[in-house]
């Protein structure tokens, strides 16, 4: 079975601080995407990764996936009190469209 | 244009009461998903719907999960016999497929379900 686990599950920071969000399996993946849900939405997709080593940047938020296509983050630059909302990471299942998403990480940063 | 919708927002039940959920997802979007979100957590897979292929319902929790499909527009998922444990927010999402098993999945607000 394919299971993502997202570390830390919760972070409170102070505005202007940097951070580190992690998404890790034993398992291979073909893709992972990284998504952000505000309270009373549906997640929105922010990245998805497909190369081993691949490293995104969308604006202050730079994602890695890792050489054997296992694990994940997510490294935010100077917080916002807007970046505050649950991370979620997600990857399709040996070869289908079928996701599985991680456990969240729920960040709030303060003002 | 218009994103995915939901209906209703909020919906609350008696346990052993049946309930039915809807979803609007992207007009053209071949691809559908429902999710379970329980309260702090990440989203559980329940069934996934592509064009006219069989739909994958690996992800239903009991018998008393099923959903339907029309054509590739409304999808509606219903719950038989509600239990307290059902209580979540249910998520449908659609997409088009872009690439091999990539693609971008647009969500809907979500139902929040409470069971009494």
Redesign the interface.
């Known amino acids: 079975t394919q299971l993502l686990e997202q570390s830390p599950q919760f972070l409170s920071i102070q505005e202007g601080e940097n951070l580190t969000v992690y998404c890790n399996s034993s398992s291979v993946f073909s893709s992972l995407q990284w998504y952000r849900q505000e309270p009373g939405e549906g997640p929105v997709l922010l990245v998805t990764v497909v190369t081993g080593g691949e490293v995104k940047k969308l604006k202050r938020l730079t994602f890695q996936f890792g050489d054997a296509r296992k694990d994940s983050s997510l490294h935010i630059t100077a917080a916002q009190p807007g970046d505050t909302g649950l991370y979620l990471c997600a990857g399709p299942t040996s070869g289908t469209y079928k996701y599985i998403f991680g456990t969240g990480t729920r960040l709030k940063v303060l003002a | 244009g218009a994103g995915?919708s939901q209906s209703p927002s909020n919906k609350v039940t008696e346990k052993g009461k049946d309930v039915e959920l809807r979803c609007d997802p992207i007009s053209g979007h071949t691809?559908l998903?429902w999710?379970r979100q329980r309260l702090?957590?990440?989203?559980?897979?329940l069934i996934?719907f592509?064009g006219n292929s069989a739909p994958?319902k690996?992800?239903l929790p009991s018998d008393r999960f099923s959903a339907e499909r029309t054509g590739e527009s409304v999808s509606t998922l219903t719950i038989q016999r509600t239990q307290q444990e059902d209580s979540a927010v249910y998520?449908c999402?659609s997409s088009s497929?872009s690439g091999?098993?990539?693609?971008?999945?647009?969500?809907?607000?979500?139902t929040r379900l409470t069971v009494l």
């Not at chain 2, 091999?100 to 979500?110: A, H, K, L, R």
């Open positions: 995915v691809a998903y999710y702090g957590q990440g989203l559980e897979f996934y592509q994958d690996s992800g998520l999402a497929i091999p098993f990539t693609d971008t999945q647009y969500f809907g607000p979500g």
